[in-house]
Structure formats: C-alpha cells, structure tokens
C-alpha cells in the first residue's frame, strides 16, 4: 500500500467523522484544507435521483453563480457580419463559420463556451458529435443558441455555469477557488443547488436531491445536509 503524503494524512484525519454539514460548516472544512501549491477549485457534487436515459427525468440549465468561478473561460462564437463583430467586441475569444467548423473539425478545441446565433446551426449541428460528448454544443434552452450573442460571451466569461445530469444521475460543477471569502463560496453554493432545484424534472419520482457533496481539486469530499443546502 502506496505511503500517504503529511498533507493526505492531515486532510483525512481532519475529514473523519464529518459528514452532513451545513453549507457554511462545509466550506470551512474544505477551504481550510486545501493546500495544494496552486489555487485550488472547490467543486460540488449533488446526486439525483432521476434517471437521464427517459427524456422526462432530463436535468439541465444555467446558472450565474453571483461571485463568479475564479475561472477564465474562453468562448467560441459561431456568427457572422454584424453578430460577429458584437462578439468580438463582447470579449469572445474566437469567433467564425465555417473556418471555425473546419478548426474543429480537425481536432482542435480551444474554448470551454460555445454560442451560436439561430443561423449558425446548420453548421453547429455538423459538429454534434464531437461538442455534444465535451457538453459543448449551442443549446437554447441555455441561452447558447442565441441572436443577443454579446449578452451570452458577457454572462459566460463573468461566471455563469451550466450543469447537465451524467448518465449516473449526477451533477457537478466548480463553484469557485479555495481563495474565495467564505461566504462568497457559500452563497455560489446556494445559488447553484437553488438552481439545480429549479430544474427539477416532470418525471422525477421519490427524493430528487439524495446526496450533496463537497470537495476541493486536491481534497476530500464532506457530504452536506440536504435540507441545509436548498435552505437560503
């Protein structure tokens, strides 16, 4: 058996026992152990229970986290003429057609955010088996297939956060750096499990939200309450 690390041993014997904590208890928790060299993401896990294989138990959406991620995101907008240039001057890292449909096409990938204007999609949909594995692909129902394409590369570089259940029924997403204040990690926390909540699918049946678990990039996971976490 592999020798753990002081900063393992340490992280571990600070975790045990702890478990369904309150978001604020959390956050401490976790904040206060993480201490890799570089600054780490605190990330969340919230276990569904929907089963995403039937349409009607689909969980998907957007959310502004209010505090931003700590993350720089690059954006690709696929646009032309004067939605063009409004990306662009919006910030957007990459903007084109079919040159961009080309780019990716052959293998290159250098963005986290793709945004598409409505007459763009002829194009997109080419590409949907290469951005829809890496959740990637234009959507409208998170406002990615849009004409107001400066407002999107706005929202997406200022800390909004898309969430998509995982075949296990699961969802996760960075919710911010362990450099955070700690009540700006908890309110990011509260506003994304208040939105996942939101999103609670027609055809869920029993307890929709089973498990809630927070973690930094280097750290372990501590499980908080249920009722704390949807609780503002």
């Not at 592999?2 to 026992?17: N, S």
């Not at 990637?136 to 004409?147: A, E, I, Q, R, S």
């Not at 107001?148 to 919710?175: I, L, R, S």
């Not at 208040?194 to 678990?213: F, L, N, Q, T």
Request: some cysteine.
């Amino acid at each position: 058996m592999a020798k753990l690390g002081k900063r393992t041993r340490a992280a571990r014997e600070a975790f045990a026992g702890q478990e369904n904590l309150s978001v604020e208890d959390a956050v401490s928790l976790v904040k206060n152990n993480a201490k890799a060299k570089f600054d780490e993401t605190v990330e969340i896990s919230l276990n569904l229970g929907v089963d995403p294989r039937h349409a009607d138990q689909m969980v998907r959406g957007v959310v502004g986290l209010p505090n931003g991620t700590g993350k720089t995101v690059r954006v690709a907008v696929f646009a032309r003429g004067a939605k063009a240039d409004e990306a662009k001057e919006a910030g957007a890292d990459i903007v084109g057609a079919e040159d961009l449909m080309e780019t990716i096409q052959g293998g290159t990938i250098e963005f986290d955010r793709c945004i598409a204007t409505p007459d763009m999609m002829p194009i997109v949909g080419r590409l949907g088996k290469v951005l829809g594995p890496r959740n990637l692909m234009p959507n409208p129902k998170v406002g990615t297939v849009t004409m107001d394409v400066a407002d999107a590369v706005k929202n997406a570089k200022g800390g909004e956060v898309q969430f998509k259940v995982e075949k296990a029924g699961v969802v996760h997403a960075g919710v911010g750096k362990a450099s955070f204040d700690e009540a700006k990690l908890v309110e990011n926390i509260r506003a994304f499990v208040g939105a996942v909540a939101k999103a609670k699918p027609a055809g869920a049946k029993g307890a929709y939200m089973k498990k809630v678990s927070l973690s930094s990039t280097m750290g372990p996971g501590v499980s908080i309450d249920v009722d704390n976490a949807v609780t503002e």
